[in-house]
């Protein structure tokens, strides 16, 4: 159910409550965002950002059948939690409204209140990355390489400014043009995608140059876009930048939202046309994340399916019980 009406302003980072049932998810999405001039690259304050790996060997596949580890957002902290070998593994340590899983697997980047933090991927060994940074909104994005990060600094009841961020060295250099919120960075590292807070979502280049709104979503002309189409939470991007996932909204009374993320996508959209590109799957589609290789991994109710690159099916899997209101996060394939 969507919350709110209204944007309301960033809030903070909360910090997580305890407990290992599934509860219900805290959803929200949208914003008001605007852009920020650029700033000066900076430093960290902090040390030079090293991720120390657990000594345990990375997990196995979360769920028979289906290569890589599966990342989901549950109860009302929300809680990140892992499948490993079917077995549901909480990860402490970790703020999940604004958490991000590096694409191989061995770190999460999150926001805890105005400190970008990084830890391994069990929510060990926190680095402080950069400090006076903004909240839910502004979640942190990682490079294909898991090098760098995509993320914004300044407080949040100002104008955030987007830029990359070396892992190693902490150092922040804006984009060129700047972006609004839910930011996406495409694997090629050629493309980004955002909400402009108004309905629309925006494709551009890496460095925020070239914005493009995608045709029909947020359009108010209703010849255009008879359907009331709109989107305030991009979801995941193709590697190439030409798809995005996202959660669209169509029926007039539905609300907006707030600026939090909802962690959902229900339609995919083609980011040159703004038509919708169908997948070969039976019912409601709740979320679409796009892997650096092409493959697609789409859920519906029960069920994870693999596609091939081609948008062909790979594999259907069993989806393991008691996940049905939790928000998948993130699904590392390798």
């Known amino acids: 159910m969507r919350k709110l009406s209204v944007r309301r302003p960033v809030l903070a980072a909360t910090a997580l409550l305890s407990g290992s049932s ?41 769920i028979e059948g289906l290569p890589g580890r599966l990342y989901y957002l549950e109860g009302s902290g929300p809680t990140v939690v892992r499948i490993d070998k079917g077995n549901l593994v909480k990860v402490d340590g970790v703020a999940g409204y604004t958490a991000n899983v590096s694409p191989d697997g061995t770190a999460i980047a999150f926001m805890d209140h105005d400190k970008l933090v990084v830890t391994d991927r069990d929510g060990k060994h926190p680095h402080t990355l950069l400090t006076g940074v903004p909240g839910p909104g502004y979640e942190p994005q990682w490079s294909t390489d898991s090098k760098h990060l995509l993320a914004a600094k300044g407080p949040s009841n100002a104008t955030p400014t987007w830029g990359t961020i070396d892992v190693t060295t902490g150092t922040f250099t804006p984009l060129t043009e700047q972006a609004r919120t839910h930011v996406l960075w495409s694997a090629d590292g050629k493309h980004i995608a955002y909400s402009n807070g108004q309905g629309k979502i925006m494709t551009a280049d890496a460095d925020g140059t070239n914005p493009h709104t995608i045709p029909i979503l947020g359009d108010p002309d209703t010849t255009t876009n008879p359907e009331n189409r709109r989107s305030f939470d991009p979801y995941s991007i193709s590697a190439d930048g030409t798809l995005v996932a996202l959660l669209q909204l169509t029926k007039a009374n539905e609300t907006n939202g707030d600026i939090g993320r909802d962690l959902e996508a229900n339609t995919l959209i083609d980011t040159r046309t703004g038509n919708v590109v169908n997948l070969p799957v039976t019912g409601p589609i709740s979320a679409i994340a796009f892997q650096p290789d092409g493959t697609i991994l789409v859920r519906t109710p029960g069920k994870l399916t693999l596609l091939n690159a081609d948008r062909t099916v790979r594999t259907t899997v069993n989806e393991p019980a008691g996940l049905d209101k939790a928000r998948l996060l993130a699904y590392v394939a390798n």
Not at 24 to 40: H, I, K, R, V, W
């Open 22 to 62: 599934l509860l219900m998810l805290l959803t929200a999405c949208g914003d008001n965002g605007t852009s920020a001039d650029a700033a000066p690259a900076t430093a960290a304050p902090s040390a030079p950002a090293t991720v120390t790996a657990t000594a345990e060997a990375p997990p196995a596949a979360s």
